[in-house]
């Protein structure tokens, strides 16, 4: 693969191409004049009041991606994105726009019909020819400009395909567009594209190691393969659902959650809780999950209690690993699919009453589950109107909150972390019965 040099690198052999045709067909004899080949924008080529030289013009005004190398790599990184996996390449189709200027009768024309005739005659750029324009044989040292010393170091000649040179057709709309955007005067001029261009990172990636044994070997030393069972039921742990206590939507700390499943079963159960955003993994053992009328297999249960300065408010990846059999009855460990877990905060001293100070403003005081983080941000929703926390006094189980212009009557609170709220309703219900609030009030007098 190259490197971010040949986007550089390419424009650099195509004037070389460009230059050694013309030199090759003796273009300044037949023209009575020197030719060159610049490499510029088109309103830098001719300079305010000066005469207008015979040279072509080779302007790279366009890159697109390749749609035919844009999806071939593999993604790059893991599912947190933190750990490369590989190093996708960077597919990238180059536009050129070729211009012959001449203040003479026909040079112009004649330049461009030499220019598209070697074009025509190079569909592709050899990798001896780009090593040619690009390293110098024999060396010239420091003769050259930097930037084209760096050229050598580009990569192109190596990439894995090399660049082919088509011709493009622009419509008189697309031509009287680019002149103008330009600021320049319309030229002869005929476009073409060099596909593909191939940048590669050359970062350090994860490799994984090759795989010696296909399943474990019999007696002879023979390789016994992978073992097949068809079934609807896997053998490996899954996981469909968590449900916390007293049918509430999200967990709290304290709660013993209930996981339901697929072969949950097996020796030293352990679930890891993780979040990427707070950066926390937590592994607890799971413990019974205490339903007579469900298999053991089926349901397993976490324990939140205790856990209130390490699993803060969020939304978390629950996974449950086990030792089990496998299909050729050995022990092996065992991991299962994520399902998601929101751990939402609990206010610990409600209800509560609060008096009105001389101001007429009310204080109150709210402690709460988990901890909270920093970089987390709490609201305080009162009623209907929300509450932004007070600096002082603030820890991390508790906040302070001041009401300006407190009106005297009792109200629902709920504490919400990084959008996520305390629970506010009880769902506990039975059959036929109406939902009702929970007695989390705060009375102010």
Not at 5 to 20: E, F, P, S, W, Y
Not at 29 to 37: A, C, D, E, I, R
Not at 183 to 196: C, D, E, F, G
Request: overall charge neutral.
């Amino acid at each position: 693969m190259s490197t971010a040099l040949a986007i550089a690198g390419v424009t650099a052999v195509l004037r070389d191409l460009l230059n050694d045709g013309l030199i090759n067909h003796n273009i300044s004899g037949v023209l009575g004049s020197s030719v060159t080949v610049s490499v510029q924008a088109p309103d830098r080529v001719v300079a305010a009041n000066a005469a207008e030289a015979s040279q072509l013009n080779l302007f790279m005004y366009l890159v697109t991606p390749n749609q035919g190398w844009r999806n071939e790599g593999l993604p790059g990184r893991d599912g947190s994105g933190r750990t490369r996996l590989s190093n996708p390449p960077l597919a990238l189709d180059l536009h050129y726009l070729v211009s012959a200027y001449s203040g003479a009768d026909l040079h112009a024309e004649i330049l461009l019909g030499y220019a598209m005739q070697l074009l025509h005659e190079t569909p592709v750029l050899t990798r001896d020819a780009i090593r040619t324009s690009l390293i110098p044989s024999p060396p010239v040292g420091n003769t050259l400009p930097p930037a084209l010393r760096a050229l050598a170091d580009s990569g192109l000649a190596d990439q894995v395909e090399l660049i082919k040179i088509t011709p493009a057709t622009q419509s008189s709309e697309e031509l009287s567009k680019f002149w103008t955007a330009t600021q320049s005067h319309l030229r002869p001029s005929a476009a073409y594209t060099a596909s593909v261009v191939l940048i590669q990172a050359q970062q350090p990636a994860r490799s994984a190691l090759p795989v010696l044994t296909r399943g474990p070997r019999d007696a002879q030393g023979r390789e016994t393969g992978i073992a097949v069972q068809p079934s609807l039921v896997a053998n490996l742990p899954l996981l469909v659902g968590a449900t916390p206590p007293l049918g509430q939507p999200v967990a709290g700390i304290g709660d013993l959650v209930v996981l339901h499943g697929q072969a949950l079963d097996g020796a030293d159960r352990q679930i890891t809780l993780s979040n990427e955003l707070l950066q926390v993994s937590l592994v607890l053992a799971a413990q019974p999950a205490q339903l007579p009328d469900r298999p053991a297999a089926t349901t397993a249960a976490i324990s939140l209690a205790g856990q209130a300065a390490a699993l803060p408010a969020g939304v978390y990846q629950l996974t449950l690993q086990a030792t089990r059999p496998d299909l050729l009855n050995q022990p092996k460990r065992m991991g299962s699919n994520r399902i998601a877990l929101t751990l939402a905060p609990r206010i610990t001293n409600l209800p509560q009453s609060v008096a009105r100070a001389g101001d007429g403003s009310a204080t109150l005081t709210i402690n709460f589950t988990p901890e909270l983080r920093s970089g987390q941000h709490a609201i305080l929703v009162l009623g209907s109107d929300e509450v932004s926390p007070l600096a002082a006094g603030a820890t991390p189980s508790s906040l302070q909150f001041r009401i300006p212009k407190a009106t005297p009557g009792s109200y629902l609170a709920r504490l919400r972390v990084d959008g996520i709220e305390s629970p506010i309703v009880d769902m506990n219900l039975a059959p036929g019965d109406t939902p009702q609030f929970l007695p989390l009030t705060v009375s102010i007098t």
